[in-house]
């Protein structure tokens, strides 16, 4: 999971940080409306739930649900710890984060419209237009370049936290290629096998359409001028690739081929793919190639992973990519610290789902509160990732915070600050028994000629580590099924005729 | 079907055929070498590396049952050694992951991991364990394909199997063929004896023989089951009937043959009227030269039909 493992997320540990099930760690009657699974939790023997658990993980292994670790022997397939207790989101939650979700895609989505088109936003300097022209991630080149029906992210991960019952927030956003739905799918089956009785008490909304709706989604955004019936595949680097088990695993669930760049070649701006009958034309691509990647004639020509001449195959718009060349500037941390601002030059209101709340050091009066305030502040470089070039205040010598001090008032334009937050937790099965864990939120939204879809789920990724914040899987991190509940039901007739009303 | 995903299918039904089949020769040449009343020495061994066409890889060195276990088995520097094989069929499993079932995946990746890490085959007796590990494991893959979805997945690796299984048994004929020669045969010569009886464990025959011929241990039967004898599984003509079974399921399922499925028929029409008698007239290094050409055409000619590039 390669984008997954990028940043560590670090912050000081809150005295009582808020629990998603039972408020706070000593009330473990559950929040109003969760009694019931604290009560799962509560009657559920520790020994029963380990039992599971590693069954769990067990079959993951055998289906060989694995990632790569990179730098270490082929042998060193892992499997990301999965925790069998699950995280839990009302209809309610669901209905607000949703409706943000939707505006926030849509924001993005009209975004890169805009600066790959009229470049009105930069025009009215709500955005610096410098923040956008001069950033790596804004690929110049495909400038006055639509998409196929004008969607440039198709499928963006959008990584939440929360702090309270009512208080979540947009940490990044990830319209590249996020990965990790594999996890929400797997893991729903195997909670599905292993703890049965949840969905006997709870009634969940089902997330296995996801596959069938991706597919949709390609097929919507096709090439005019496509068959009726567009061929769709997913673009891999190969089996080496960390995530390579998501890239079969999405191409197994959606009935379409998986290549890989050696299977594609273009000729006269249209792509085909090698089969044994020969030639077969293909219309809509998943890629799971980064940009930089994908095409040696337009970007890295170093690249071995790409297919050459792809991108010029998209400039006569005879492929759809999904995503569409170019979304990398959308989650660029210097254009999320603008994102409130984007949702409502777009959206024409406020953000529904607020960012966590960040100082652009190129500003003056933030550079000085971010100075005023190094040990307590998450400084990060805007171009920098895995960790780099971080300052996490709290956790800082003050020969670490004095350095940093330094390097910040040499160029303050390269820094944003944020302040630690206290991320929710959930109770998660550890050594000791069942405790609270901190989390994070990954929903997938996928875009298509159609508009703007959700699955109701996700992916949670937890900190297994006592009182650890960074979720990533390459530091200790693992996953937990994420249940949506459904509306509660009226009367039994109604609910039957009325799903189509709230299904996503 | 993507050219790439049927390369690897057909790769993968080759060698795990190679690793079995080496696994079998080594048993085979062990037993040969311990029963022999004197050791068969640097000869046994020397032609097991000739029929996997590994002598020239393995050089000046001597010999010897260490050094040809060790190179056949785990040799960093033999491209056919039987972990080898399996990298190289688990490699291409992996690619194709969504192709196979669970069940054939799980067995070339036991098998794999089960040399993976090993540093040298130990004496005999642990030799001995390990092809017969290898041989099971082999057994598990090819009963988890008899539970595959009949589909084109499962005859290109049906496809490849029956290729390298003809080259494989042309190669142990040629290479034993001056003992099979029936002209100077020291009648009921013990190293003979024991010869035909090594080839013959070598493709799982030895019961078989004595069914089909209710006969002692004659040269020229051995060659008319190995070559002619269609029930046969391993033989040419066996080998033969199913690559053109599986060309002609593949052929119905894209509407279309070609070269390959020629070339794969006129071999069955030839092997079909060929007499044993015939094959050692003309000479059976000469014939089986000529199968040995005859094998890297089709070969050439499958990878040509579907595009492996």
Same mark, same amino acid.
């Given at each position: 999971?390669?984008?997954?493992?990028?940043?560590?997320?670090?912050?000081?540990?809150?005295?009582?940080?808020?629990?998603?099930?039972?408020?706070?760690?000593?009330?473990?009657?559950?929040?109003?409306?969760?009694?019931?699974?604290?009560?799962?939790? &509560?009657?559920?023997?520790?020994?029963?739930?380990?039992?599971?658990?590693?069954?769990?993980?067990?079959?993951?292994?055998?289906?060989?649900?694995?990632?790569?670790?990179?730098?270490?022997?082929?042998?060193?397939?892992?499997?990301?710890?999965?925790?069998?207790?699950?995280?839990?989101?009302?209809?309610?939650?669901?209905?607000?984060?949703?409706?943000?979700?939707?505006?926030?895609?849509?924001?993005?989505?009209?975004?890169?419209?805009?600066?790959?088109?009229?470049?009105?936003?930069?025009?009215?300097?709500?955005?610096?237009?410098?923040?956008?022209?001069?950033?790596?991630?804004?690929?110049?080149?495909?400038?006055?370049?639509?998409?196929?029906?004008?969607?440039?992210?198709?499928?963006?991960?959008?990584?939440?936290?929360?702090?309270?019952?009512?208080? /979540?927030?947009?940490?990044?956003?990830?319209?590249?290629?996020?990965?990790?739905?594999?996890?929400?799918?797997?893991?729903?089956?195997?909670?599905?096998?292993?703890?049965?009785?949840?969905?006997?008490?709870?009634?969940?909304?089902?997330?296995?359409?996801?596959?069938?709706?991706?597919?949709?989604?390609?097929?919507?955004?096709?090439?005019?001028?496509? &068959?009726?019936?567009?061929?769709?595949?997913?673009?891999?680097?190969?089996?080496?690739?960390?995530?390579?088990?998501?890239?079969?695993?999405? &191409?197994?669930?959606?009935?379409?081929?998986?290549?890989?760049?050696?299977?594609?070649?273009?000729?006269?701006?249209?792509?085909?793919? $090698?089969?044994?009958?020969?030639?077969?034309?293909?219309?809509?691509?998943?890629?799971?190639?980064?940009?930089?990647?994908?095409?040696?004639?337009?970007?890295?020509?170093?690249?071995?992973?790409?297919?050459?001449?792809?991108?010029?195959?998209?400039?006569?718009?005879?492929?759809?990519?999904?995503?569409?060349?170019?979304?990398?500037?959308?989650?660029?941390?210097?254009?999320?610290?603008?994102?409130?601002?984007?949702?409502?030059?777009?959206? =024409?209101?406020?953000?529904?789902?607020?960012?966590?709340?960040?100082?652009?050091? $190129?500003?003056?009066?933030?550079?000085?509160?971010?100075?005023?305030?190094?040990?307590?502040?998450?400084?990060?470089?805007?171009?920098?990732?895995?960790?780099?070039?971080?300052?996490?205040?709290?956790?800082?010598?003050?020969?670490?915070?004095?350095?940093?001090?330094?390097?910040?008032?040499?160029?303050?334009?390269?820094?944003?600050?944020?302040?630690?937050?206290?991320?929710?937790?959930?109770?998660?099965?550890?050594?000791?028994?069942?405790?609270?864990?901190?989390?994070?939120?990954?929903? /997938?939204?996928?875009?298509?000629?159609?508009?703007?879809?959700?699955?109701?789920?996700?992916?949670?990724?937890?900190?297994?580590?006592?009182?650890?914040?960074?979720?990533?899987?390459?530091?200790?991190?693992?996953?937990?099924?994420?249940?949506?509940?459904?509306?509660?039901?009226?009367?039994?007739?109604?609910?039957? =005729?009325?799903?189509?009303?709230?299904?996503? | 079907?993507?050219?790439?995903?049927?390369?690897?299918?057909? +790769?993968?039904?080759?060698?795990?055929?190679?690793?079995?089949?080496?696994?079998?020769?080594?048993?085979?040449?062990?037993?040969?070498?311990?029963?022999?009343?004197?050791?068969?020495?640097?000869?046994?061994?020397?032609?097991?590396?000739?029929?996997?066409?590994?002598?020239?890889?393995?050089?000046?060195?001597?010999?010897?049952?260490?050094?040809?276990?060790?190179?056949?088995?785990?040799?960093?520097?033999?491209?056919?050694?039987?972990?080898?094989?399996?990298?190289?069929?688990?490699?291409?499993?992996?690619?194709?992951?969504?192709?196979?079932?669970?069940?054939? +995946?799980?067995?070339?990746?036991?098998?794999?991991?089960?040399?993976?890490?090993?540093?040298?085959?130990?004496?005999?007796?642990?030799?001995?364990?390990?092809?017969?590990?290898?041989?099971?494991? !082999?057994?598990?893959?090819?009963?988890?394909?008899?539970?595959?979805?009949?589909?084109?997945?499962?005859?290109?690796?049906?496809?490849?199997?029956?290729?390298?299984?003809?080259?494989?048994? !042309?190669?142990?004929?040629?290479?034993?063929?001056?003992?099979?020669?029936?002209?100077?045969?020291?009648?009921?010569?013990?190293?003979?004896?024991?010869? +035909?009886?090594?080839?013959?464990?070598?493709?799982?025959?030895?019961?078989?023989?004595? +069914?089909?011929?209710?006969?002692?241990?004659?040269?020229?039967?051995?060659?008319?089951?190995?070559?002619?004898?269609?029930?046969?599984?391993?033989?040419?003509?066996?080998?033969?009937?199913?690559?053109?079974?599986?060309?002609?399921? #593949?052929?119905?399922?894209?509407?279309?043959?070609?070269?390959?499925?020629?070339?794969?028929?006129?071999?069955?029409?030839?092997?079909?009227?060929?007499? #044993?008698?015939?094959?050692?007239?003309?000479?059976?290094?000469?014939?089986?030269?000529? #199968?040995?050409?005859?094998?890297?055409?089709?070969?050439?000619? #499958?990878?040509?039909?579907?595009?492996?590039?």
């Amino acid at each position: 999971m390669q984008r997954m493992r990028g940043r560590p997320r670090y912050g000081a540990m809150p005295v009582h940080p808020f629990d998603e099930i039972w408020g706070h760690e000593h009330n473990r009657a559950g929040r109003d409306g969760l009694e019931e699974l604290a009560r799962w939790i &509560a009657d559920t023997s520790t020994d029963e739930l380990h039992r599971r658990q590693a069954a769990a993980e067990k079959a993951f292994r055998q289906l060989g649900i694995t990632f790569a670790v990179y730098g270490q022997e082929e042998a060193a397939e892992r499997i990301i710890p999965f925790d069998i207790v699950p995280r839990i989101f009302t209809h309610h939650e669901w209905e607000v984060l949703r409706a943000g979700l939707v505006q926030r895609v849509e924001a993005i989505n009209a975004f890169l419209a805009d600066i790959y088109g009229p470049q009105h936003i930069l025009k009215d300097k709500v955005v610096p237009p410098e923040l956008v022209l001069g950033n790596p991630q804004f690929r110049g080149h495909l400038h006055g370049q639509t998409p196929p029906h004008g969607v440039f992210a198709h499928i963006c991960g959008i990584d939440l936290v929360r702090t309270g019952p009512t208080d /979540f927030f947009v940490l990044e956003d990830n319209a590249r290629t996020p990965s990790g739905v594999s996890y929400m799918l797997e893991n729903r089956e195997a909670m599905l096998r292993l703890c049965p009785e949840i969905f006997h008490r709870f009634d969940v909304s089902p997330v296995d359409r996801y596959p069938d709706q991706l597919r949709d989604t390609m097929r919507s955004v096709a090439p005019r001028g496509s &068959a009726a019936e567009p061929v769709c595949v997913v673009l891999t680097p190969g089996h080496f690739n960390s995530a390579f088990y998501e890239h079969s695993f999405l &191409a197994d669930s959606m009935g379409v081929e998986l290549v890989e760049p050696a299977d594609l070649e273009v000729d006269d701006d249209v792509v085909w793919m $090698r089969t044994v009958t020969g030639r077969v034309r293909v219309d809509v691509i998943y890629r799971r190639i980064d940009d930089d990647y994908i095409d040696p004639l337009e970007f890295r020509p170093d690249s071995l992973l790409g297919v050459p001449g792809l991108i010029a195959a998209y400039r006569a718009g005879n492929v759809t990519l999904v995503n569409a060349p170019g979304t990398g500037i959308a989650d660029d941390k210097a254009i999320y610290s603008y994102m409130p601002e984007i949702v409502r030059y777009y959206a =024409g209101g406020e953000a529904k789902l607020p960012n966590v709340e960040t100082y652009r050091c $190129r500003e003056a009066d933030a550079l000085r509160y971010t100075l005023d305030n190094l040990d307590k502040l998450v400084v990060k470089l805007v171009d920098g990732s895995g960790g780099y070039g971080m300052l996490v205040g709290p956790t800082s010598t003050s020969e670490q915070i004095a350095e940093f001090r330094t390097a910040l008032e040499a160029e303050p334009h390269r820094y944003i600050a944020q302040p630690t937050l206290a991320l929710s937790t959930v109770p998660t099965l550890t050594e000791a028994g069942v405790r609270p864990r901190h989390v994070d939120f990954r929903p /997938f939204v996928l875009t298509g000629a159609d508009g703007t879809h959700i699955v109701p789920g996700g992916l949670t990724r937890v900190a297994l580590r006592e009182g650890s914040l960074v979720v990533n899987s390459s530091q200790g991190g693992g996953t937990k099924d994420s249940l949506i509940l459904s509306p509660p039901r009226q009367t039994q007739s109604q609910s039957q =005729g009325g799903q189509s009303q709230w299904q996503s | 079907m993507l050219s790439r995903t049927a390369a690897a299918l057909y +790769w993968i039904g080759r060698y795990m055929e190679r690793a079995e089949f080496t696994a079998r020769l080594l048993e085979a040449t062990l037993r040969l070498d311990a029963l022999s009343a004197r050791p068969a020495g640097q000869g046994a061994w020397e032609s097991a590396l000739r029929v996997v066409a590994a002598d020239g890889g393995f050089g000046a060195r001597a010999a010897g049952p260490d050094t040809v276990t060790a190179y056949l088995t785990l040799g960093q520097d033999n491209p056919n050694a039987i972990r080898a094989c399996l990298h190289a069929a688990r490699s291409n499993a992996k690619s194709v992951r969504t192709a196979l079932t669970r069940d054939a +995946w799980e067995a070339i990746n036991r098998a794999w991991l089960a040399l993976r890490d090993l540093s040298d085959t130990g004496g005999y007796e642990e030799t001995l364990r390990l092809t017969e590990m290898i041989r099971a494991e !082999a057994r598990g893959f090819e009963g988890a394909l008899h539970r595959m979805l009949r589909n084109e997945n499962y005859a290109f690796i049906g496809l490849g199997a029956a290729i390298e299984r003809a080259d494989n048994t !042309a190669r142990l004929i040629d290479v034993k063929y001056h003992i099979l020669l029936p002209e100077g045969e020291p009648v009921g010569g013990v190293v003979d004896r024991d010869q +035909w009886t090594t080839i013959l464990h070598t493709v799982s025959a030895v019961t078989a023989y004595r +069914w089909l011929y209710q006969d002692a241990l004659k040269p020229w039967l051995v060659a008319d089951m190995l070559i002619l004898r269609p029930e046969m599984p391993r033989s040419l003509a066996g080998a033969t009937e199913e690559v053109v079974g599986h060309l002609g399921f #593949i052929g119905r399922r894209l509407g279309r043959q070609g070269e390959a499925d020629r070339m794969a028929r006129r071999r069955q029409a030839v092997l079909g009227e060929t007499g #044993i008698d015939q094959v050692f007239k003309a000479g059976l290094h000469e014939y089986l030269g000529a #199968i040995l050409v005859e094998n890297v055409a089709l070969d050439r000619a #499958i990878a040509a039909q579907f595009r492996f590039g």
